[in-house]
Every structure is written in C-alpha cells, then in structure tokens.
C-alpha cells in the first residue's frame, strides 16, 4: 500500500509539472490557432534564465520566476510581432514551418551561447525530502508542483473571471464575431501568445532545481506537452490540466512495474485510444480544431 502511494504521488508531482506547459500550448491553439512548435524553447530559455541567476547572483530558482517571467514575456509580445502575428490567416503548413523554424533557431541560439553542456542548479534543500507516513517526497519536486499547478489554476481563473478573459474566449469561440463587439483582436492574440509562453517560461524556471538543463531540453517536454493538450481536449484549459495529471500518474505507474522505457509508450497508447473513442478528446468539444473567423 504504501509502495502504491509512493508511485501515485511521485506521478502526480512529475504530472503537475507538464500541466503548466501544457496549459499554455492549449491556450495558444485555442485562441490563435497557431501549432506552436517552439513552445518547448521558451521553457528551455526559462530554466537557463534561473541556472544562470543561481550560479552568477546565487538567486534561488524558485524567486528567479520574478525575472524569468517578464523577460520572458516581452520575449514573447516581440516574437508575436515579427512572427506570429503574420502566419494568422496564413495557410496550415506556413504557421508549421514559421513555429518550427522558431524552434530550431532558439535550439541552436542556446548550442552557440551556452554550448551543448548539461547544466544543473545545486541548493541548499536538492535531495531533501519530506515524509508523509511511509511515503516521501522531494521538497524540490514538491514545490514546482504546488507553483505550476497554482500558476495554471490561476490562469484558468483569469480567463473565466476577469472582463480580458472573457474576450480572450470571445476570440477563441469566433474571431469575426468579437470584432463585431468592439474586442481588439490582434490585442487579444499578441496578449494570449505572450502570457502562454511566459507560463513556459515559469515552468522553465520552477523545473530548474529539478531537472538538468541544456538546449534541446524542451523538446523532450514538448512533445509530451503536444499529448497532454489533445488528450485534454484541444483548447480546454482545465482539461490540460487534468491531462497532465493522468500522464504523470500513466509513466510513474507502468515505469514502476514495466520499466522507463516503456512509460512513453504506454500513455501514448492510451491517447490513441481516447481519440479513438472520442475524437475531441476528454473535455474538448467538437469542432474546437477547426478555425473560427476569416
């Protein structure tokens, strides 16, 4: 029992992790529409942001997040600008390539300043651990959990509540629509795509003290992330969320009993078989992958 306790709790720590990115990469597709293929890139850019506060200032990563998070985001209302903001409208295979030629640019930006090197932030309380009876839990992974998961509920507050949030929806649901109403769209979508990747971005920077950095490493987190957004439902903020979770939970389950290597296999597996049985995904609705507006 409490071996099983130790394996649902480790694969909810890892899943809370993966939810902030995929939060943000649900966003970006709900609203823009846009297959964000560097999303991975922005989170690598925020944990060398923290790995390089820690070793020259010796910031914790954990306040790092206060720098990260602003650099980050005017990083994205610039790419917005020059990139995003024209391959809206523009055919599918243009916003693959322009999103993917991003990612590779970033990735090897990364390779040339910072080298190919693995790189890992050191504290005071790396390798501590808390204990809840006979399971135990890493403080470091604890933290980040608690963090990512209180920044995407937070977001997802922000887009039900607030008077932006909802106009964020209103240009989800129909682009021509909102306009009509008087809501400035490409406002909206400048606004959207850099608060998503300043949430990468975050994650970035709380996964630091977790997890070794170096330039592809947002790749690795990525696709994972792609998994969790369409298992979720594409777009639903909150089934990302939960999706993320289930993911988590999935690999430490069958890495436990089967082995690592056949973690990614399995929740592969098992989003295969969701869209099988329903195509939207979990909380998703149909027709959310198709585009709203000219």
Partial sequence: MDLALQIIASGLLTGGIYALLAVGLTLIFGVLRVVNFAHGEFMMLGMYGAFWMWALWDIDPYLSVFAVVPAIFGLGLLTDRLIIKRTIGAPEVTVVFATLG???LLQNAALTVFSADTRSVTTGYTGTALSFGEVRVSIPMLISFVVAIGLALALWAFLSRTRFGKAIQATAQNRDAAALMGIN???????????????????????????????????SFVITAFVIVVLGGLGSVLGAVIAALLVGLVQSVVGFLVGAAWAEIAYFVLFIAVLVLRPQGLFGRRGAEVYQGA
Avoid at 194 to 206: Q, T, Y
């Fill in 102 to 104: 991003l990612s590779i």
């Fill in 185 to 219: 769209v490409q406002r909206v979508y400048m606004m959207t795509y850099a608060i998503a990747v300043a949430g990468a971005g975050a994650m970035g920077a709380i996964a630091a003290p977790v997890f070794s950095v170096y330039p592809r490493v947002g790749l």
